[in-house]
């Protein structure tokens, strides 16, 4: 079965860094799309950043996090991340992974419902 386990959230100062992990089993990070998402108190889930594997270099970032993360990945390892950094207390939330599997196009899915597979979500606070 395909999982998805999130990991790295916690405390940070504004203008600190996290690096959060998203590692899959049950399938290889092939033909797919995969996405971080992040749903802060009160607000709806947004997306903050998705690549696909036939997208070749890009990733798309929300314009609200373009130019402090950046989503690396390890196919080696079944693994994306989200190396965020310069954070800001309007980042906080809880953060998600989540998977479109047999995604053969280059560009991400416009909608979430495209994402079959969630995380359980790792919290990320940004406070003084």
């Known amino acids: 079965q395909l999982q998805l386990v999130e990991s790295g959230g916690g405390v940070v100062q504004p ?3 996290l690096r ?3 590692a899959a089993s049950g399938f290889t990070l092939d033909n797919y799309a995969i996405g971080w998402f992040r749903q802060a108190p009160g607000k709806e889930r947004e997306g903050v950043a998705c690549m696909t594997s036939n997208g070749g270099a890009n990733t798309n970032y929300a314009d ?3 130019g402090r993360f950046t989503m690396p990945r390890s196919n080696a390892k079944n693994s994306v991340y989200l190396q965020m950094n310069s954070l800001k ?3 906080t939330g809880v953060y998600f992974c989540a998977v479109a599997a047999a995604w053969y196009g280059a560009n991400c899915p416009r909608t979430e419902l495209s994402f079959g597979s969630w995380g359980q979500g790792t919290q990320v606070t940004v406070s003084s």
Do not use: I, M, Q, R
Request: charged letters at 25%; a negative charge.
């Open 20 to 22: 959060l992990s998203c």
């Open 64 to 66: 609200s996090v373009k």
């Open 15 to 17: 203008g600190g860094s």
């Open 89 to 91: 207390p309007e980042d």
